[in-house]
């Protein structure tokens, strides 16, 4: 497990949207809920294997973009802006690769996954979280409402459009 170091970080354009990059492993033949149990959450959202759809590829290392917008705005503003940066949303496996390998990272802010949507029953999304109780940080992986509007201090996991 990695310490959740931070390859890069920059801010661009005139927005003021700040990219930070982390590398990451996928691993595709691990089911949703193997990836669930393979991050160690202190609390998780049950899914099932057909909860979402993964994109099975093998194993392999990409470099994911954590994109902080710094204000808060809702799924269809974060997909056309990522849009301008050749960027899309990242999916479930991608989340829960960056939750397993950097756990530390989510303690700093929630990270939403927005290329995912569950396949059944109401459009949810992953989020990774931090909640403190009595100076103890525990991690959470939760599905959220996709539609919502997200807090000013969220982060979009995304990755370079194909």
């Known amino acids: 497990m990695s310490s959740g170091k931070i390859l890069a970080e920059r ?3 005139l ?11 996928v691993d595709c033949f691990m089911s949703p809920g193997m990836m669930v149990v393979a991050g160690e959450y202190d ?3 049950v899914i099932s294997n057909n909860t979402f759809e993964i994109q099975r590829s093998g194993a392999r290392q990409i470099e994911v973009s954590l994109v902080l917008p710094g204000q808060e705005l809702g799924e269809l503003t974060v997909t056309s802006c990522l849009d301008e940066y050749s960027l899309v949303p990242g999916r479930i496996e991608h989340l829960l690769a960056l939750g397993a390998q950097h756990p530390d990272i989510q303690r700093k802010f929630p990270i ?10 109401k459009p949810r999304v992953g989020m990774l979280k931090a909640q403190e109780i009595k100076r103890t940080v525990y991690r959470e992986f939760k599905l959220v409402h996709r539609n919502m509007v997200f807090p000013a201090y969220s982060a979009f996991l995304a990755i370079p459009k194909p």
């Open 112 to 121: 939403v996954a927005l290329g995912s949507k569950t396949r059944t029953g």
């Open 43 to 45: 609390s998780a959202d």
């Open 11 to 13: 801010v661009v354009g």
């Open 15 to 25: 927005s003021g949207w700040s990219f930070q990059a982390v590398k990451i492993t």
